[in-house]
């Protein structure tokens, strides 16, 4: 099977672009990571790409082939849609294709835009990624169901508000150096604690914001990479994928996450490596309680455990395993549909040693999860650096 | 690379169903493919799903967990959109996946529901498959654009709606004995030719129907096959795609669709096969003007040469090529997301020797074409008999 390098990766500053059309920021981040990759576009193949709640949001599906012209590649494309999974799932439909023989150079990655409506209208947006008929015709909205979770954890696991107050601020201060992040202003445990509440127990500071933006990376095969001398130094070596039921009703818990937990086996055997080798873990922070259960999902903590993390200071940049140094969806913002791009090419500058949180990696071994709705879609990656 | 085998097939009666749900329809689909397989529910590691228009229609995305749980599934799913390319996307990334070693068992397919709404709604809803800037905004529908195509091709090779006609015909007598099929009623060449104008020169019946219905294959690897005792005697040996840009506008002639041709290059490549081995063809004939030009664009026909075909006898039942036996998407009926798996299953059931018009077939390979759009995309399967 040929191994799968990252060549190069690609963002567009995170925040408020409404006046952007989509192809402009697609175009944006596929020129910045083919650069970064050395690659001619002819070389390129397939576009794997992501894109969520764009036939509401823009009217505009069959988004692929728009978006391999807005990033000058003349080769097949393809949209994955798995909520705010989708370029989670871009990038695992890349590897195997690349894995499979079909490819050797490959662009994955996505795209949303989230700020050209209301926030009214983006929230119904949005809502669409849980069930119509059982949740959203109930009035669950995200916000809504992550309280939900958040509170449930609590009654069953204990901790509170004060605990996700950390892992707001903790991913507000990664998010400062960053340059593609929306928030880049630290914040105290008592702003997290007195801001307006969004949904009891979830205050203003647990939540993501709404983003505009987008991610690509250029993967290549061992053998491209090798005859044609590019520089490609991070491997993505495990893939994985979970699924659950998509109403968080039908679920055993809501405090926990099972498709994080078999997305996590299955990219940890695929790689043939353990957690203990994991350096720092970019995961899917769309509220606070979210980074919780994903550190237990992944198998970084036991449940209940994850809970405490980041205020005993083990997640922090200093900590013993950095969790989110690019901000995260919290801080750095979460364009849906870009999110899973972004965070493997989050990953890949801070293990390639150019990102300026670089310094807090300690280990050449990096993992990235990406999840969808609540979770019944999630997606992991591991990457490593290979010479 | 480990060979695919398709192991078992379901469709829905393909109609107007708009007091069903779409996880009622692929539950129906899937659980025929799975009762066909004779594979357990337990060795399906992933589903791969189609669906194009369920964010407008029925206010739902993260399809893919909801219908891996309406088939009983306890897995990873993962939604392709495509346009009306969807399924066949689906199906091009679950053989991927089984080629590149990643899953033994995994379900393909696709759902689509259109006559929940309004004609106008959903007229709407399948325009955001053209470019919404530049050609949804200047009154850009899809009866429009392949009535664009037709006077285009028209002007430059010749032909007229006469031709266009016999399409019509043929797909219909093909459609007659078909259980699955939307209009299993023969209409002459006069009926065509007097019936309203849609978008001139295409009228009523050079246009497929608006339709309800779910598809489902169960594809395995040829090692699970042997080894777990699965009668499926028919594999995927090829598989293809093409891309191009998405408006009309930016190609060199409406008149000519090049990602079928880069498609059907990749797929004859890929299964190391010729255009003379392939002894029935499913298009995509959203119009009748569409199984024109995929004929040309597949190899079987030179340019221009195309449009007579059908007139002339050679696409017929009886004839040299058998096209659309299953009735094409212009009688069988077009749940978009569904297609590209619809065609699938109807031509393992025309190989297998189950379908009613399998007498039609004379060799064992067949080829698939499912297209998005005014075919900024296509996707090409060939299907063989292998024991």
Sequence with gaps: MSRVRVAGVGLTEFGRAPERTGRELFAEASARALDDAGVDREAVSALHYGNFMGALGERQGHQAPLMAEAAGLRCPATRYELACASAGAAVRGAVQSVRGGEADVVVAGGMERMTNRTIEETTEALAIAADELFEVRAGVTFPGAYALMARSYFERFGGGPADLAHVAVKNHANAVPNEYAQYREEIAVDDALDAPTIADPLGLYDSCPVTDGASAVVLVSESYAEENDVDASVAVVGSGQGGDR?????????????????????????????????????????????????????????????????RRGETTADGGLPVNLSGGLKAKGHPVGATGGSQVAEMTRLLRGDHPNSDAVDGTVGLTHNAGGTVASAVVHLLEVVE
């Design 246 to 310: 998509l109403a968080l009703q039908d679920r055993a818990s809501p405090a926990r996450t099972p498709a994080t937990d078999d997305a996590a086996a299955e990219a940890f055997a695929d790689a043939g490596c353990s957690r203990e080798d994991v350096c720092a873990v970019e995961v899917h922070d769309c509220f606070t309680i979210a980074e919780v259960c994903a550190l237990e999902g992944l198998g970084f903590y036991d449940p209940g455990e994850g809970i405490g993390a980041a």
